[in-house]
Nanobody, 123 residues
């Protein structure tokens, strides 16, 4: 099982930016960022296929968020720009050992999860 630890997060006003980082141990084929608002189901935000660097985004994130990797450091980042209050919630990095990789997949495909990072966006 892959071990993942998130860092970053915090509070920001609407229109601001934050960067999340995920440090992982293991050799997952893909790492994704998943968002959860309290009381609602987790939703995929962005995914990256490690090695080739192919990425995908949820419609709500496309154009505002950027997922990237540092292969040498075993880290994945999520640059979040133009944040809105709807972006508030927990952000988890997650991995799965299968071939599927994409922000559109249901988060149930992931079998490894980080502890989460809190993001709060005020209006």
């Amino acid at each position: 099982q892959v071990h993942l630890v998130e860092s970053g997060g915090g509070s920001v006003q609407a229109g601001g930016s934050l960067v999340l980082a995920c440090t992982f141990i293991g050799d997952p084929p893909c790492i994704s960022w998943v968002h959860q608002t309290p009381g609602k189901e987790r939703e995929g935000v962005a995914s990256i296929t490690l090695g080739v660097g192919a990425s995908s985004y949820a419609n709500s994130a496309r154009g505002r968020f950027t997922i990237s990797q540092d292969k040498h450091r075993n880290m994945v980042y999520l640059q979040m720009n133009d944040l809105t209050p709807d972006d508030t919630g927990m952000y988890y990095c997650a991995a799965q050992d299968g071939s599927r990789c994409g922000a559109w997949y249901h988060p149930s495909i992931y079998n490894s999860w980080g502890q989460g990072a809190q993001v709060t966006v005020s209006s």
